[in-house]
C-alpha cells in the first residue's frame, strides 16, 4: 500500500499557503480615496463654523476620525494636484502649472511609479471612477479648436495611456469638467450624457464597484475624484434646496456642493452595506480652493499662492485605527497619500519615486508627535512657496518675494520679507536646495524635469521687487 503522507503534506501545505495569502489579504486595508474639486476650506462647517454650506458627511467623517487643519494639495488648481497625489511628487518638477484639456497628452509616463501600480503590485484591486485630468492619448479622434464647453468626443473614440496604463485595472470617467458629458469606460467612449447626468453615474458606477467586491477577500483602491464644486454648477434635481443657502445666491453652488458630500456619503453607506467599513481607510479632501470665493480667515482663492488656494480639508477615518473625533495641526500636503500606503503597508519604494512624499501613519495612529515634514512647497500659476513651521516664503516668477508668519498673520495682511532678512535668507536657500535636489525627502538626489532658474536666486541674497498682487 502506497504511503498517503506525502500527498496529504502536499494538499496540508498547499491549505497552508492559500490560508496565509488569504489571511494576509484581510489584514490589508482598503483604501478609499475621495477627492472634491474646488471645495474651500471654509466651506464645511467642521472647518467653519460660521459656514452656511451643508456638508453632513465630510463632517460626520471628522467626528468618526481624524480633522487636519493645516493640509495642503500639491497645488492651487486641478491637474497639477492630481500629479501629485498619484506620484507623490511636486508638479512643478515638470513644469505644470497650469491645467491640461481634453486632448492633452498625458503628463505621468507610463515608466513612472504611481500610488496605484504600486498598490496593484501589492495585490489590490484598483479603481478610478470619475475626473481624470492627467491627459491621454486619442487614437481615433482629432482635436477640436473650440474654446469653453468642449465637445463630445464620439462614442466609441478611443485612447490610451491614461488610468489603466498608470496602475487602475478599471477607470469609469470623463477627462475633465469641460468635457463631463463624454463618459469613458476602460479605453473608450461609451456614452454621451447631460451635464446633470454624469455625477450620479459616477456614484452608481463606484457604488456598482464596491459591491463587486463584497465577497472578494483582495484587499481593494477605490480612487474617487468628484466634480462638485468645480463648474458645470448642475445639482441633480433631488438635491435643489439642500445646500442650505435656499434663500441665497449661492443656493444652486451650495446645492452642488451638498451634492458632492451626498456622494461620499454614498460611498460612506456602501463600505458599511458590504462588511468592509471596519477595514478601510477613507480620506476626503480638495484638489485647490473654491473658485472665486474665498472664506476668511485665508486669504483668497483657487489659482493663488496664498492659502485660499490650497489649505485643504482633509478628514481621514479607519475604525479601531483612528481615534474619533481627534485634530492633527501638522502640516501635510496629499503627496503625502503614497508614501503613507508604503508605510501602512511596510514596503519601501524606488529612489526614483514619491520624490516629495511623507507617511502621515504616525500622525494618524498617534504614534508619533514628531514633525512629518521638513518643509512644504506649495504652487501656482504666479509661482511657488516654501513653507517651514509657522514661516511661509513665496517667491513668483515676476521676482516678487514676501514672508508670512502664519502663526501670527493666517490671513497673510503683513508681508515681513524686509523686516526679516535672515528668516528670508534661510528659506530662501532651502527652497534652492529643495528644487535642486530633485527630492524633499531622504534619498539620493533626482533630476527635475523643468528649469527651475526663475525661481533660483543663486548665492547672493534675494532682493524684492515691487510688489503686484497675485491673488
Not at 56 to 62: F, M, S
Request: proline share 9%; hydrophobic share 35%; net charge negative.
Amino acid at each position: 500500500m502506497n504511503d498517503p503522507r506525502p500527498l496529504f503534506n502536499a494538499v496540508f501545505a498547499s491549505l497552508t499557503i492559500a490560508l496565509l495569502a488569504s489571511t494576509q489579504a484581510a489584514t490589508k486595508p482598503n483604501i478609499v480615496f475621495v477627492l472634491f474639486d474646488d471645495i474651500g476650506y471654509g466651506q464645511p462647517p467642521s472647518y467653519r463654523e460660521a459656514s452656511g454650506f451643508n456638508t453632513p458627511n465630510i463632517d460626520r467623517l471628522a467626528r468618526e476620525g481624524m480633522r487636519f487643519t493645516d493640509a495642503h494639495s500639491a497645488a492651487a488648481n486641478c491637474t497639477p494636484t492630481r500629479y501629485g497625489i498619484l506620484t507623490g511628487r511636486y508638479p512643478s518638477r515638470i513644469g505644470q502649472f497650469g491645467v491640461v484639456q481634453t486632448f492633452s497628452p498625458p503628463i505621468i509616463p507610463k515608466d513612472r511609479l504611481t500610488v496605484a501600480s504600486f498598490l496593484q503590485s501589492q495585490g489590490y484591486d484598483t479603481a478610478c471612477i470619475g475626473k481624470w485630468h492627467l491627459g491621454m492619448n486619442w487614437t481615433t479622434s482629432k482635436p477640436g479648436k473650440g474654446k469653453g464647453v468642449e465637445e463630445p468626443l464620439p462614442i466609441g473614440a478611443k485612447m490610451n495611456d491614461g488610468p489603466n496604463a498608470l496602475g487602475f485595472d478599471y477607470f469609469y470617467g470623463f477627462t475633465h469638467a469641460r468635457n463631463i458629458q463624454t463618459i469613458i469606460e476602460q479605453d473608450q467612449v461609451v456614452e454621451i450624457v447631460e451635464e446633470v447626468e454624469n455625477q450620479p453615474l459616477m456614484t452608481k458606477k463606484a457604488v456598482a464597484w464596491l459591491r463587486s467586491k463584497a465577497d472578494s477577500d483582495k484587499p481593494f483602491f477605490l480612487y474617487f475624484p468628484t466634480c462638485p464644486p468645480h463648474n458645470p454648477i448642475v445639482p441633480a434635481p433631488e438635491f435643489e434646496g439642500k445646500g442650505g443657502m435656499q434663500d441665497s445666491k449661492e443656493s444652486k453652488y451650495a446645492d452642488w456642493v451638498y451634492q458632492g458630500d451626498h456622494m461620499l456619503g454614498e460611498i460612506l453607506d456602501t463600505l458599511e452595506e458590504i462588511g468592509k467599513a471596519d477595514n478601510t481607510l477613507v480620506i476626503a479632501t480638495g484638489d485647490n480652493g473654491a473658485a472665486g470665493r474665498a472664506y476668511p480667515p485665508l486669504r483668497a482663492s483657487k489659482s493663488s499662492i496664498y492659502e485660499g488656494g490650497h489649505r485643504e480639508p482633509f478628514v481621514a477615518r479607519w475604525p479601531g485605527k483612528i481615534t474619533p473625533d481627534s485634530v492633527c495641526d501638522q502640516t501635510i500636503c496629499l503627496n503625502d497619500f503614497f508614501a503613507t500606503c508604503a508605510d501602512l503597508l511596510d514596503q519601501p519604494l524606488p529612489d526614483n519615486a514619491a520624490e516629495d512624499s511623507f507617511s502621515i501613519l504616525p500622525l494618524l495612529l498617534e504614534e508619533s508627535q514628531d514633525t512629518v515634514r521638513p518643509n512644504t512647497i506649495h504652487q501656482a500659476p504666479a509661482g511657488l512657496a516654501l513653507r517651514q513651521g509657522p514661516w511661509k516664503l513665496i517667491s513668483l516668477r515676476n521676482g516678487t518675494r514676501e514672508l508670512y508668519n502664519l502663526e501670527s498673520d493666517q490671513s497673510e495682511t503683513q508681508d515681513v520679507y524686509e523686516s526679516q532678512p535672515e528668516v528670508a535668507q534661510r528659506l530662501t536657500t532651502l527652497l534652492d536646495q529643495t528644487i535642486q535636489n530633485g527630492r524633499s525627502n531622504p534619498g539620493p538626489p533626482q533630476p527635475n524635469d523643468f528649469d527651475f532658474s526663475k525661481f533660483l536666486t543663486g548665492p547672493d541674497e534675494p532682493k524684492q521687487k515691487k510688489k503686484k498682487r497675485s491673488d
